[in-house]
């Protein structure tokens, strides 16, 4: 029976390569997948681009091929990864130097047409209103602030791109687990309105887009249990013709995969597992059973899923204006207590500037989890003072800056400089939005390196 076997090979933009060069060199897999783009890294990615104009694409993931590239292709894995960002053509040359410069042939697919910044006016006035999904907010209030719009897209242009042949894809904002159903539904050939195996090529592609944390990494129910956490290895999705799904990784590497492991990567970032909500498919997450089938093998069934709706979700994101961050540290004894008296100085000595907006939290006591956090009876032998001010205009950011370090003297004992002055850096928000699928022209391509 016919079996196709993908690695995870990235979680987020930044992940350790050492895991996919591991799954590429001894996973025994087809086809590697690496999902670099989160909600608001198309932003940061446009800042880049505007500032560059040959950047604003995830140049981590030329680093990876450098380093695979020769193997892949040797071994005849394919390899898939929406690095391209907002510069889909900068990052097809960029991997297109690396094959030309060790001496490749391959075939490069890409994908255009997700970033729809220019069409915003037209898209208006076509009825499209833009309003924000989580508030019914109007477009209007953002509208002069915007950086980047761009949608969300499934997995039929990646699929074209492997059915005319390509070694590597380079998608924009495709979503993360249509980089995992493109290879299966181009080597099974499945139809894009087969429900159930437009669900099974999700649930393949969400258990593996977070990389490491899919096989032992960030693992809440068991962390200790985990063995080799220095060379975690990456989540594989091993899928057979019947629809069969086996998650399991690469021999010779570290990381666990356990029934416990995947129940906590199927739940991470839906909101509801009986309407897992995709441009492919409404998965239902609800009824799969999983069993334990081996050492680091997991069987999963009783996948469902339903037609999608005939509309993207659109992540705009926007000017949304400046932060500072600053750290002041306190020793014990007393040292809560003169973290709030210092965030006491700090609140009224900025009111007298006219700036309000401050937070204050306090690193080792309640700076993750907040108010749910209950105050410890016993002293505690430092707390961090983290302060963060939000505000329109740069210039009453930049007021908090210079009162920092006289606190030091200047107020409760105990405390020392923490790294420098700090800098007022640009707020981008998210505003997410629905636009019809009928107004995203997507088009794919092939660039030979010969």
Known sequence: MKTIRIGGGQGFWGDSNDAAVHMVRQGDIQYLACDYLAELSLSILQRMRLRNPELGYTKDFIGLLKLILNDALSRKIRIMANAGGMNVLGAVNAAAEVAAALGQKCKIGYVLGDDLLSQVDALRAGGVSLANMDTGESFDLIKD??????????????????????????????????????????????AADNWQQMALGILAGHLLECGGQGAGGNFDYGWR???????????????????????????????LVSVETC???????????????????????????????????????????????????????????????????????????????????????????????????????NALHGSLAPIPKEESNE?????????????????????IAPLILNGPPGSCFFGGRPSPTEIIALWPTFVPKEAVKLTTHIKEVN
């Open 383 to 403: 707390v961090v003072l983290r302060i963060t001010l939000k505000t329109k205009e740069k210039k009453d950011a930049l007021k908090l800056a210079p009162e």
């Open 145 to 190: 602030k915007v950086v980047n719009v761009n949608a969300y897209y499934g997995h039929g242009p990646a699929r074209a791109c492997l059915d005319n042949g390509a070694d590597v894809v380079i998608t924009g904002r495709a979503t993360d687990s249509s980089l995992f159903l493109a290879p299966l539904a181009h080597e099974f050939n499945w």
């Open 263 to 365: 129940k906590e990567q199927l739940l991470y970032e839906i909101q509801n597992p009986a309407r897992y909500l995709t441009p492919d498919v409404v998965a239902d997450f609800s009824a799969i059973h999983m069993r334990q089938e081996g050492e680091n093998r997991v069987r999963l069934t009783g996948l469902k899923g339903t037609a999608p709706s005939d509309q993207l979700k659109l992540n705009i994101g926007y000017h949304a204006g400046y932060k500072i961050e600053a750290y002041l540290p306190y020793t014990w004894p007393d040292a809560y207590e003169k973290c709030q008296k210092a965030a006491e100085i700090l609140t009224k000595r900025l009111a007298r500037q006219n700036v309000t907006g401050l937070r204050f939290d306090y690193l080792g006591i």
């Open 225 to 255: 249990a985990v063995p080799h956490m220095d060379n975690l290895g990456f989540p594989i999705a091993e899928v057979t013709e019947d629809l069969g799904i086996v998650i399991t990784k690469a021999p010779n590497c570290g990381g």
